[in-house]
């Protein structure tokens, strides 16, 4: 596994993790590696902080940690936004744009928007992630 910081036209950084530069290569090319703050898919690796480990060095880790599958991640995550985010639904464009006025409490929310909406949100300088979730079997 290979970690990239990663930065867009418009400036903005995250991290991406691939299973090898090729595969890095490979999504960029095909443009399937967006922003998450503003989905330009015209991105490139950006300069970071480097971390050498040799082959009998160890990353430290926690022991509850080391059985942690990929779907019990993706659980934490979605029990985290629902204990912390109010559901303003269809409304979200609606609610951010209050938030950002002042005109509403200042609080974290989550919702639906459509592209049209987060075009507008991106305009007005609101910050706002995209997250989609999967529905997960219980």
């Known amino acids: 596994m290979i970690i990239y ?4 036209e418009n400036g903005h950084t995250f991290e991406g993790w691939f299973k090898d530069r090729q595969a890095w290569i490979e999504q960029n090319a095909g443009r399937l590696v967006c922003c998450p703050v503003c989905n330009s898919s015209s991105v490139e690796i950006s300069p ?4 050498i480990m ?3 060095s160890k990353p430290p880790r926690n022991k509850e940690d080391q059985n942690v599958s990929p779907g019990q991640v993706l659980q934490s995550l979605r029990r985290f936004i629902e204990n912390n985010f109010e559901d303003v639904g269809n409304k979200f464009a609606e609610v951010a744009l209050k938030i950002h006025a002042g005109d509403e409490e ?6 639906t928007t ?3 909406e987060e075009a507008v949100l991106k305009e007005e300088g609101v910050s706002f992630i995209k997250i ?3 529905k997960m079997d219980s």
Do not use: E, V, Y
């Open 5 to 8: 910081d990663i930065k867009c």
């Open 48 to 51: 970071s902080s480097l971390t």
């Open 54 to 56: 040799g082959k009998d």
């Open 106 to 111: 200042k609080r974290n929310i989550k919702g």
């Open 114 to 116: 459509t592209p049209q």
């Open 132 to 134: 989609p979730l999967p």
